[in-house]
C-alpha cells in the first residue's frame, strides 16, 4: 500500500521508520539491508515529501509487492522528533527503531537489538555500535564501547537505537522543542525511569557525508 498507513494496524513486533528527506539517491541501500535481515516480522514506513517524484520513485521500485513495506507523503519536512512521534502515536508494535535513509543496517543488527531488549521488560532502549562509513562504503572507523580497558562509551545515536514503545509513550514521547540530534535526550529521560543497554555487537554502517 502505498501513500495510506491504514493497513499497518495488524500486530507486529517491530515498526522501522525511514525519513528520507534529500537522501534518496542512498535511499534503495537501506531498503536493501532491511529485506536481509535475519529477522523478518517487521513493519517499514519510508516518509518522503510530495514533491520528491525522484525518491518516490526510487522508492516503490525497491519495495515492489512487499507488503511489509509502505510509503507515506507529507506536504513539510518534519524534524526527527515530530516525525519520532508522528510514528509513536500511529503504531501498534512493541518496538520502534529509526533507519536513516543514508544508513545501512547489519544483517543480524534487529535480531541482535530484539534478543537484548525482550531479556527484561524494564528496557526501554537498546543500542549497539556502528561503522563510520564513505558514501561509497569504505570504512573509516568504529563507534567506541566501553571494554576492560577504557571506560570510554558514547550516548546511543539517535537512528537505528531499539525503543520500547510503551517506554517512549510514558515519558511523552520526544521533545519537539529540540531540533537537533535526538538521541542525547532521549536517552537522558529514559535512563532516569527504565534500564537501558548498550550493546558491543555492529548494528549499522553510518554513512559521512563530506
Given at each position: 500500500?502505498?501513500?495510506?498507513?491504514?493497513?499497518?494496524?495488524e500486530k507486529?513486533?517491530?515498526?522501522?521508520?525511514?525519513?528520507?528527506?534529500?537522501?534518496?539517491?542512498?535511499?534503495?541501500?537501506?531498503?536493501?539491508?532491511?529485506?536481509?535481515?535475519?529477522?523478518?516480522?517487521?513493519?517499514?514506513?519510508?516518509?518522503?515529501?510530495?514533491?520528491?517524484?525522484?525518491?518516490?520513485?526510487?522508492?516503490?521500485?525497491?519495495?515492489?509487492?512487499?507488503?511489509?513495506?509502505?510509503?507515506?507523503?507529507?506536504?513539510?519536512?518534519?524534524?526527527?522528533?515530530?516525525?519520532?512521534?508522528?510514528?509513536?502515536?500511529?503504531?501498534?508494535?512493541?518496538?520502534?527503531?529509526?533507519?536513516?535513509?543514508?544508513?545501512?543496517?547489519?544483517?543480524?543488527?534487529?535480531?541482535?537489538?530484539?534478543?537484548?531488549?525482550?531479556?527484561?521488560?524494564?528496557?526501554?532502549?537498546?543500542?549497539?555500535?556502528f561503522y563510520?562509513?564513505?558514501?561509497?562504503?569504505?570504512?573509516?572507523?568504529?563507534?567506541?564501547?566501553?571494554?576492560?580497558?577504557?571506560?570510554?562509551?558514547?550516548?546511543?545515536?539517535?537512528?537505528?537505537?531499539?525503543?520500547?514503545?510503551?517506554?517512549?509513550?510514558?515519558?511523552?514521547?520526544?521533545?519537539?522543542?529540540?531540533?537537533?540530534?535526538?538521541?542525547?535526550?532521549?536517552?537522558?529521560?529514559?535512563?532516569?525511569?527504565?534500564?537501558?543497554?548498550?550493546?558491543?555487537?555492529?548494528?549499522?554502517?553510518?554513512?559521512?557525508?563530506?
Amino acid at each position: 500500500m502505498i501513500g495510506e498507513i491504514s493497513g499497518i494496524n495488524e500486530k507486529v513486533k517491530l515498526t522501522v521508520y525511514i525519513p528520507c528527506f534529500g537522501y534518496h539517491r542512498f535511499i534503495k541501500k537501506a531498503i536493501e539491508s532491511l529485506k536481509i535481515q535475519s529477522f523478518k516480522k517487521f513493519f517499514c514506513k519510508i516518509y518522503i515529501l510530495e514533491n520528491d517524484q525522484e525518491g518516490f520513485q526510487i522508492v516503490k521500485e525497491e519495495i515492489r509487492n512487499d507488503k511489509r513495506f509502505f510509503i507515506e507523503k507529507l506536504s513539510n519536512q518534519p524534524t526527527m522528533q515530530s516525525l519520532g512521534n508522528l510514528v509513536l502515536n500511529r503504531t501498534t508494535s512493541e518496538y520502534i527503531l529509526r533507519l536513516d535513509a543514508d544508513d545501512k543496517l547489519d544483517e543480524f543488527g534487529l535480531q541482535i537489538l530484539l534478543n537484548a531488549a525482550d531479556k527484561d521488560n524494564m528496557i526501554a532502549m537498546v543500542w549497539g555500535c556502528f561503522y563510520y562509513c564513505s558514501e561509497n562504503g569504505e570504512i573509516y572507523n568504529i563507534s567506541p564501547y566501553k571494554t576492560l580497558l577504557s571506560n570510554r562509551i558514547d550516548p546511543p545515536h539517535g537512528a537505528c537505537s531499539l525503543f520500547r514503545t510503551s517506554a517512549l509513550r510514558a515519558i511523552s514521547g520526544y521533545d519537539e522543542k529540540i531540533k537537533s540530534q535526538d538521541g542525547f535526550d532521549i536517552w537522558q529521560r529514559l535512563k532516569s525511569i527504565y534500564k537501558v543497554k548498550a550493546i558491543p555487537q555492529v548494528i549499522f554502517y553510518y554513512t559521512l557525508i563530506l
